[in-house]
């Protein structure tokens, strides 16, 4: 199976977030993981998109 690869921009519209939220992320240290292809294309993975929204599901607002 082939992973789906997003631009950045795609990623955004998934997340709900804008591109200079990812592109933030990308420089502080990548919470959402990311793929660099060559030396400047940045892709996403839509199966990690959809870890990274799991991963941030929380039961209460006291388990932060």
């Known amino acids: 199976m082939q992973a789906q690869l997003l631009t ?5 519209q998934i997340l709900g ?10 420089w502080a240290g990548a919470r959402v993981p990311f793929i660099k292809i060559g030396s400047r294309a940045v892709r996403y993975r839509y199966s990690d998109l959809l870890a990274y929204i799991d991963s941030c599901a929380f039961h ?3 388990q932060y």
Do not use: Y
């Open 8 to 12: 950045t921009k795609e990623a955004a």
């Open 17 to 26: 977030v804008s591109v200079a939220f990812l592109e933030r992320d990308r």
């Open 60 to 62: 209460s607002t006291s």
